[in-house]
Antibody
Framework: HVQLQESGPGVVKPSETLSLICGVN?????????WGWIRQPPGKGLEWIGS???????FYNASLKSRVTLSIDTSQNQVSLKLTSVTAADTAVYFC?????????????WGQGTVVSVSS | QSVVIQAPSLSGTPGQRVTVSCSGS????????VSWYQHLPGTAPKLLIF???QRPSGVPDRFSGSKSGTSASLAISGLQSEDEADYYC???????????FGGGTKLTVL
């Protein structure tokens, strides 16, 4: 059974960098699939941030690409998100999820999400 | 603003059949497969439909998906109170080279 768990600071100051980690249990990231992040601002819908393969191949949301970096640590079996120069508009629940790119094109396993507020 | 359009809200009564729709374009729904997600506040979104009309194990057959041209639909038959949730479609967009979510539809069971 695949389980994902997000972790990171709940509050980030404006202009600073948001950093989150997604730990994966029940599946070894280096075996396959893309792994990435989706967010939901308060009162709004889901927004895909980006997804990464263990080889380094990465897809990013074009609107966030200049500020986002995804990385994978296969030794820790985890995926990381860094979002720079945050503003209040980056306040959201951040989810990590497994993405079946190239085959089923669906997000089949999700974490419970972690709330991040951008505030001074 | 999302380029995959969903009606923001929908309502139905128990036992009724309702349809959630997504409207896209040739670069997304018109050329790629659609998935659907159910999201209850405070929980992880749940995959309901993949490959336009396939259900993962454990998803009741009351949920069904279809696609025609640049539109896709999720039908829920025998509506139950626990179906009250937000529903999102998602599709790869070849022009953006990224995954797009529809704006989401809030389903209320009256």
């Amino acid at each position: 059974h695949v389980q994902l768990q997000e972790s990171g600071p709940g509050v980030v100051k404006p202009s600073e960098t948001l950093s989150l980690i997604c730990g994966v249990n029940g599946y070894t990231i280096s075996r396959g699939y893309y792994w990435g992040w989706i967010r939901q601002p308060p009162g709004k819908g889901l927004e895909w941030i980006g997804s990464m393969y263990h080889s380094g191949k990465t897809f990013y949301n074009a609107s966030l690409k200049s500020r986002v970096t995804l990385s994978i640590d296969t030794s820790q079996n985890q995926v990381s998100l860094k979002l720079t120069s945050v503003t209040a508009a980056d306040t959201a629940v951040y989810f990590c999820a497994r993405f079946d790119y190239g085959d089923l094109y669906s997000l089949d396993y999700w974490g419970q999400g972690t709330v991040v507020s951008v505030s001074s | 603003q999302s380029v995959v359009i969903q009606a923001p809200s929908l309502s139905g009564t128990p036992g009724q059949r309702v349809t959630v729709s997504c409207s896209g374009s040739s670069s997304n729904i018109g050329s790629n497969v659609v998935s659907w997600y159910q999201h209850l506040p405070g929980t992880a979104p749940k995959l309901l439909i993949f490959l336009n009309n396939q259900r993962p194990s454990g998803v009741p057959d009351r949920f069904s998906g279809s696609k025609s041209g640049t539109s896709a639909s999720l039908a829920i038959s025998g509506l139950q109170s626990e179906d009250e949730a937000d529903y999102y479609c998602a599709v790869w967009d070849d022009s953006l080279n990224g995954l797009l979510f529809g704006g989401g539809t809030k389903l209320t069971v009256l």
